[in-house]
């Protein structure tokens, strides 16, 4: 497991050629490596889907507990490194090398999934992890620190984001551990942290598309407050365009002395006494009760 200076790929331990090969950041601690084994908590039936396996050091432990695991590997160089180790190894035919993009690929069906990301793909993946179906039991996933911290971040919360909002309406999560970046060789510029996400089961009965459209919207300035984004002129031509479309596809017949789209943006804000807040302060409970009263006024969000 390591992290590649440039975040383009992620690959596991391995030796210092290979580091000169690829510019990575190795994992050089195996007290971390044996931790995050042990946090994955891993049962002697489960699938192990395993993102950045690299020279394996990580996968040869997961292959000791579980039942199988499946490594995706975006570098080629790396799928044949790994393969040179996994020959003769008495857990090979326990193991399957999938060489992709993970974020292209089509997930295999897994119980647990354990990965070490690039900050470039961090975001996309959480959303596919979010949305896979069927729902899997959890990941332990390895990121940058910010990125982990934003995901655990909580109202009012320097870090909170529509990305905390998202993971947190569709999963626990949990920060684990930290990982200094002295536990790197070379030395990374920034530390990392190693998460939990347990998909929720069953999942919000909620439209995705509708609420990211909304949420996206209210941390467009997120120390800003609501009424002041929603006045904007940008915002009220998007939010007029929706209404024309959802008002045709559902047949409904518009009135023609109706109120304007700023007029109707506005009542619902002072219905529900939201015009003053802020993003950063609302929690998801917060988020559930807005977007339910503009919905229920024909205001849609995507």
Known sequence: ???????????????????????????????????????????????????????????????????????????????????????????????????????????????????NLPYNI?????????????????????????????????????????????????????HLLKVAKNNFKPPPKVDSSVVMIKPRNPRPEIQFTEWDGFIRLCFLRKNKTLGAIFKQKKVLLMLEENYKTYTALKNIRVPKNRKTMKEMVLDVLEKTKYMGKRARTLDIDDFLFLLKNFNEADIHFA
Do not use: W
């Not at 290979?18 to 190795?26: I, T, V, Y």
């Not at 003769?88 to 292209?104: F, N, P, R, T, V």
């Open 1 to 115: 497991m390591s992290r590649t200076h440039k975040r383009t790929s992620q690959t596991g331990m391995g030796a210092s050629l290979m580091k000169k090969h690829f510019g990575q950041h190795l994992l050089r601690n195996p007290l971390v490596v044996k931790s995050i084994v042990e946090k994955a908590k891993i049962k002697p039936t489960d699938i192990v889907l395993e993102i950045g396996p690299g020279t394996g050091n990580l996968t040869v432990k997961l292959l000791e507990k579980a039942k199988r695991v499946i490594a995706i590997e975006f570098d080629p160089r790396m799928v044949v490194e790994l393969q040179k180790r996994m020959q003769g190894h008495q857990y090979a035919k326990k193991l399957e090398i999938i060489q992709g993009d993970a974020i292209k690929i089509d997930f295999p069906f897994f119980n647990v999934c354990v990965a």
């Open 122 to 174: 961090s975001s996309p993946f959480v959303f596919k992890l979010l949305t896979h179906e069927p729902i899997f039991r959890h990941a332990v996933v390895m990121f940058q620190r910010e990125f982990a911290m934003r995901l655990i971040a909580r109202p009012e919360n320097n870090l909170y984001c529509r990305l905390s909002v998202n993971t947190q309406l569709l999963s626990e999560v949990k």
